[in-house]
Every structure is written in structure tokens, then in C-alpha cells.
């Protein structure tokens, strides 16, 4: 992970519908990141249909999902079986499966927790996504400029960036087919 400096603001900061910093191929606008705060990560987020960002987990990130449009499926749960396959196959030990939520839905995501999402609808879902402590917008980009660089996304190369990042993947990143 990077390094980062410590901010030194006084004032906070506001922005209007549409504002941010837009990373293209993510589909994320940058709304908050390290150069305000060095605690949170701010960004909407655009899902195509059929993305699955995969599971994964952070050893030192939290995570606050909120979807505002659409269906996303959820995973925020230790699976009880061995975690590979279709996460979204996945239950936990007590027997929770996955989630399908819609707008308004939350999915918070503790340290070492695996979690993923997914877009099982014909149009775009958006979100709003939170991340501390900051700096995740960094990721974010170099997986856009990986991702449009290689076509289908080279599993590999994703794998190496997510680990330099405290992105421990248990599935690919992958746009599935929608059924």
C-alpha cells in the first residue's frame, strides 16, 4: 500500500450532484479520497450488469456499501464449505446465503471479513461506497488501467495489483453472463 501524508485541512468540503473525480473504466467517481482524509475513501459507484468485483477480503479496510439504484447480490459472510467456486453459492456457518438488496440496502464489511457483489440485472446498479482508512482510490485506478489495457482482464495481473493493495482475492474479478 502507499504511503500517506497527512492532510492538513481546516475546512470541509462540498460537492454537488455530478461532481468527483471520474475513474472511466472503474465506473467509480472519486468523491473523497487521500489528498482530504487520511480515515475515508468516498466514491458512486456505476455496476454494469454481470460484474462480479469477486470475493475478497482486506486485512486492514473496512467497507460501507450502500446501494441508491438496482439490485446488487451481496456477500459479507466466512463461507462454511472452502472458499472458491460461485461465491454466490456461498452460505455461512449459520446458514445465511447470500443477499440480494436493492436500493436503500447496506452492507458493512469488518476487517478480514470475505465479501463481494454482483449485478444480476439487465441495467446498471449504482452505490455508494466507503472505504477507511483512505487511499483505495489508488487501486481503483490502476485496476482501470489494467482492465482496459487487456481484454478479457488478465486474472493474473489483477491478482498481483489486489495483493499489493491488501486485496486478498478468493474468486476472479469477472463480468459474467446474465441468465
Known amino acids: 500500500m502507499e504511503a ?3 492532510p492538513n485541512l481546516t475546512d470541509g468540503l ?3 450532484p455530478g461532481s468527483g473525480r471520474r475513474i472511466q473504466t472503474a465506473g467509480m467517481t472519486v468523491k473523497l479520497g487521500a489528498e482530504r482524509s487520511n ?3 468516498m466514491f458512486e459507484a456505476d455496476i454494469a450488469p454481470g460484474f462480479d468485483v469477486g470475493a475478497h477480503l482486506h486485512h486492514a479496510a473496512e467497507e460501507v456499501f450502500y446501494i441508491l439504484d438496482g439490485e446488487l ?3 459479507a459472510f466466512h463461507p462454511r464449505e472452502k472458499a472458491d467456486g460461485d461465491w454466490r453459492t456461498w452460505e455461512s456457518d449459520t446458514g445465511t446465503p447470500v443477499f440480494r438488496g436493492g436500493p436503500g440496502s447496506v452492507m458493512f ?3 478480514g471479513c470475505p465479501h463481494a457483489f454482483f ?3 439487465p441495467k446498471p446498479a449504482r452505490m455508494l461506497f466507503l472505504v477507511s482508512p483512505s487511499g483505495h482510490e489508488h487501486y481503483l485506478r490502476e485496476l482501470a488501467d489494467l482492465i482496459a489495457a487487456t481484454q478479457p482482464p488478465d486474472q493474473e495481473a489483477i491478482a498481483a495489483l ?5 486485496i486478498h482475492q478468493l474468486t476472479s474479478l469477472m463480468n459474467r453472463p446474465l441468465t
Not at 489486489?162 to 491488501?166: E, L, N, S
Open 4 to 6: 500517506m501524508n497527512e
Open 39 to 41: 480515515r475515508w475513501s
Open 73 to 75: 447480490d451481496l456477500l
Open 162 to 166: 489486489r495483493a499489493r493493495h491488501d
Open 109 to 111: 464489511v469488518p476487517v
Open 14 to 16: 462540498l460537492l454537488g
Open 119 to 121: 449485478n444480476p440485472g
